[in-house]
């Protein structure tokens, strides 16, 4: 079995389709782990999930945005900062009906980790605590929304790029998309690699393996949707 780890998806299911198909990713086989935010962004949201249900060996980590979104699924309720930050695609894929949301939609966004971890590499959405060597003690604002894990990150890696944050072999996280820093590729940072290639924006999603390292892309999302907005 080989394990892949997924960017933030963001609704791109063409991204996605293409990301599995360039990387002769073999369902029966090979695990996929989603680094979070699968929701709001491109319109293609409900499209994303189906496919991802598919697959026989997936992790999926909470993003902020699923937060969001598996709120008002719910419960009906959209939260104003989300109204702003991508929940129009989210709504549209539904039929701005959270009574259309199928169920076995709510029971996938719900069975979303924290943080996960297999041969001494840690998945989340966000970053964590390094300094809290339990996991289960990770709170919900360091894993799903903070950005000061890769602000330090960023900072280490300057003076030591060798750093080994947590004492873990790699963590792999999104949230923080690596446009920021000018690049639509995975970006290493002492251990930490950035795996949102910024496919909820103007990038591209990106899938690695982790064995490897090696990673596939997709297409820029934008040329995937003419015509659309993710915002």
């Known amino acids: 079995m080989r394990t892949f780890v997924m960017g933030d998806i963001h609704g791109a299911y ?22 979070g935010d699968v929701a709001d962004g491109w319109p293609d949201v409900a499209e994303t999930i189906d496919c991802l249900m598919t697959l026989k ?11 969001w ?6 419960t009906g309720k959209a939260d104003e900062d989300w109204v702003h930050l991508g929940a129009k695609s989210t709504l549209k894929s539904y039929g701005n009906d959270f009574n259309k949301v199928p169920p076995e939609h709510i029971a996938y966004l719900k069975s979303a980790r924290q943080v996960f971890a297999i041969n001494q590499k840690v998945f989340v959405h966000a970053g964590i605590d390094p300094n809290e060597p339990d996991l289960e003690k990770q709170t919900a604002e360091t894993c799903l ?3 000061k894990f890769i602000e330090e ?7 030591d790029p060798g750093h080994r944050f947590g004492g ?64």
């Open 145 to 147: 929304r903070s950005r």
């Open 168 to 231: 873990w072999k790699e963590i792999y996280i999104g949230h923080t998309p690596t446009l920021h820093a000018g690049t639509d590729r995975p970006r290493r940072l002492c251990n930490v690699i950035a795996m949102d290639t910024g496919a909820g924006w103007k990038g591209r999603l990106s899938m690695m393996n982790i064995a490897t390292g090696h990673f596939t892309q997709s297409d820029s999302v934008p040329s995937l949707y003419p015509g659309h907005s993710s915002r």
């Open 153 to 159: 990150a960023r900072r280490k890696h300057t003076s």
């Open 14 to 35: 063409k991204a996605l389709k293409q990301c599995l198909d360039r990387s002769g990713f073999r369902n029966e086989h090979d695990h996929l782990i989603c680094l």
């Open 57 to 67: 060996h997936h992790t999926l980590l909470m993003g902020n945005h699923d937060v």
């Open 69 to 74: 979104a598996l709120e008002w699924m719910t």
